[in-house]
């Protein structure tokens, strides 16, 4: 499963392809579901800011991750290209790069759409060499607050290929 998100209607398709976060795996693949909770940190060198979260379910451990770029998108949109790192409590480390579409729904709060792509050259560990696509959907709160108060409750499915 591969997708990447084109405004508002490659959204929808995105949606469509992972099928209400039911993903079956292709041949050679592991599906991974899970969920994750997210708070913005201090990043003076991160100019769209940093967040670290905890994860459970098939990547249990610690992710962070950083805006690499951000931009207006559709009416009441927000986009995002972003870098994201998994650590397992195995020590394994899993780097993805993703593209985000944050859609307001009320003040403060988002609806958090992100497709991550895995860089396997990247990624180390049980993760060295894999690919796969990973979506992640779900809520930011208190976003423009700053560190210690944005905050994310996402839910993340997908698979990881083995090289």
Not at 43 to 71: C, D, H, M, W, Y
Not at 76 to 104: K, R
Not at 125 to 133: D, M
């Amino acid at each position: 499963m591969r997708c990447r998100i084109f405004g508002l209607i490659g959204l929808l398709v995105c949606v469509c392809l992972v099928g209400g976060g039911k993903v079956r795996a292709e041949p050679g693949c592991k599906v991974v579901q899970g969920k994750i909770l997210e708070v913005q940190i201090p990043a003076a060198n991160e100019p769209f800011g940093r967040v670290l979260g905890s994860v459970t379910g098939a990547l249990v451990g610690s992710k962070t991750a950083i805006l690499t770029s951000l931009q207006p998108g559709a009416p009441g949109t927000l986009e995002a290209d972003t870098q994201d790192i998994f650590v397992t409590n195995d020590g394994d480390m899993l780097v993805t790069t993703g593209f985000a579409v944050f859609t307001f729904i009320g003040p403060g709060t988002v609806s958090d759409l992100l497709t991550l792509e895995v860089d396997g050259a990247s990624s180390t560990g049980r993760f060295a060499g894999a690919t796969g696509t990973i979506i992640v959907t779900g809520t930011g709160f208190n976003l423009g607050q700053g560190p210690g108060s944005t905050s994310f409750d996402l839910e993340y499915s997908g698979q990881l290929c083995s090289p």
